[in-house]
């Protein structure tokens, strides 16, 4: 059987001695590391031709190929559940995504995900991704809302994964922050890892000979300002789990609702009346997690090459909040 082949040369000449797994793992965002160690070992990931171990240190120059095989039977669900599709075709299908909706299941959330909704909706997803994620090309977190490409097709699914590797595709998002930025643009390069102390959550990594991490890049421009807020658009160059919550939370302007990375309980000005505190008080809670929307996808069709722009407006609890702090200068 003639697999389909991803094939992506690797030129870092700054990390030479990155781990083929690991590479691997990050060039095809939705693929587990333990899934690519599966492939090693099966001989369906070779770097010049050669079938070579997992930890083996990638050059600059090596060209990594990965065969994909057929998805597997997947026990998932298909549910009937609406979905905001903003675009559809026969290889992949553009959702902007409800707050509160987790992407693929995991345990404690094997219904109700949006890879139950698109299976209700679509009779086949790519098998890229595993049984697990079938069609998941890139996620966001359960409370962040906003627009997220689901993969048809194995051919859709390497073009796309491919273009985010690359960084041809482009992910832009609100995000409500706390503070007032000392900036119009900014960028935080600052590598990402899983926090030392706490595994449930991510980090900035400074000691990066003691720990795992990854470079992560986020692109910020200040929208608008507010009294004791401001609102961000923040753009995506890598890819990292939690990436623009940590980075915003590193720089000291945690994302407004964020019950992770906003490390104590902000105050809200006391230039603002008392009524008014306790009317920003409930329309942050109305907003049920992070105020961090998707607001923008855009790559190239990965069939015909042409090029496809998404864009989505925030949805009414973050907008009600954003509108009630233009209208309440102080």
């Not at 595993?130 to 809302?145: F, M, N, Q, W």
Request: aromatic share 6%.
């Amino acid at each position: 059987m003639n697999l389909p082949v991803y094939e992506i040369t690797y030129n870092d000449e700054s990390a030479a001695s990155e781990r083929l797994d690991v590479f691997v793992a990050s060039a095809l965002e939705d693929l587990t590391r333990s899934g690519v160690q599966k492939l090693i070992k099966s001989g369906k990931i070779t770097v010049n031709g050669i079938v070579e171990k997992a930890n083996y240190p990638l050059r600059s120059g090596d060209v990594v190929s990965v065969r994909i095989p057929p998805p597997e039977p997947t026990d998932i669900i298909a549910e009937d559940i609406p979905l905001d599709v903003v675009y559809e075709d026969s290889d992949l299908i553009v959702i902007n995504k409800a707050r509160g909706m987790t992407v693929h299941p995991a345990p404690g959330h094997g219904s109700g995900t949006l890879v139950n909704a698109v299976l209700g909706r679509c009779e086949e997803l790519s098998g890229v991704g595993g049984v697990e994620r079938p069609g998941i090309v890139h996620r966001l977190d359960k409370d962040t809302s906003g627009l997220l490409v689901v993969a048809k097709t194995d051919k859709a699914h390497l073009g796309l994964a491919e273009q985010i590797q690359n960084r041809s595709a482009h992910r832009s998002y609100y995000a409500l922050i706390w503070g007032a930025p000392k900036f119009e643009e900014a960028e935080v390069d600052a590598p990402i890892g899983r926090h030392p102390k706490d595994r449930q959550k991510m980090a900035v990594i400074t000691e990066t000979e003691r720990y795992t991490s990854r470079e992560a890049v986020t692109h910020l421009h200040v929208i608008e300002r507010f009294t004791g807020f401001a609102l961000l658009e923040a753009t995506l160059q890598t890819g990292r789990t939690h990436q623009i919550r940590v980075h915003v939370s590193f720089i000291g302007l945690p994302v407004v609702g964020d019950p992770v990375y906003c490390a104590s309980k902000r105050s809200i000005p006391d230039s603002y009346s008392r009524k008014e505190q306790e009317e920003l008080r409930r329309l942050i809670e109305e907003v049920g997690g992070q105020a961090l929307h998707a607001h923008r996808l855009e790559f190239a069709h990965p069939l015909t090459g042409k090029p496809m722009s998404f864009e989505c407006p925030m949805p009414p609890e973050m907008a009600m909040l954003v509108d009630w702090l233009r209208r309440h200068p102080v």
